[in-house]
């Protein structure tokens, strides 16, 4: 059972990143899926989330209208499309496959991947 990441790197203000999720499959088709992030000091928020289908998208309220969450469920990943990033987008995403509960918690996740690093310059 295994979530990588992928797709982090340093972008200018006002850039984009492609955040992919590569999942095993026994863990991923069934599986809403969810994107969260962790800047130093600061406990992990959720960002953005899909259910199984790729039917229904959640997003916190920050990053609604600039980032994009999807999932191609034939390739065993999940996306994070981030547009016009600013610099407090700047810290670790994660990816995590969901279990019980509100998609808006870590708690109701069970699987998680590494972290991919995501820093933006002023």
């Known amino acids: 059972v295994q979530l990588q990441a992928s797709g982090g790197g340093l972008v200018q203000a006002g850039g984009s990143l492609r955040l992919s999720c590569a999942a095993s499959?026994?863990?991923?088709?069934?599986?809403?899926m969810g994107w969260f992030r962790q800047a130093p000091g600061k406990e992990r928020e959720f960002v953005a989330a899909?259910?199984?289908?790729?039917?229904?998208?959640y997003y916190a309220d920050s990053e609604k209208g600039r980032f994009t969450i999807s999932r191609d469920n034939a390739k065993n990943t999940v996306y994070l499309q981030m547009n016009n990033l600013k610099p407090e987008d700047t810290a670790v995403y994660y990816c995590?496959?969901?279990?019980?509960?509100?998609?808006?918690?870590?708690?109701?996740?069970?699987?998680w991947g590494q972290g991919t690093q995501v820093t933006v310059s002023s």
């Open positions: 899909i259910n199984w289908r790729g039917s229904s998208t």
């Open positions: 995590a496959a969901h279990y019980s509960g509100s998609f808006y918690y870590t708690s109701a996740y069970n699987y």
């Open positions: 499959g026994r863990i991923f088709s069934n599986n809403h």
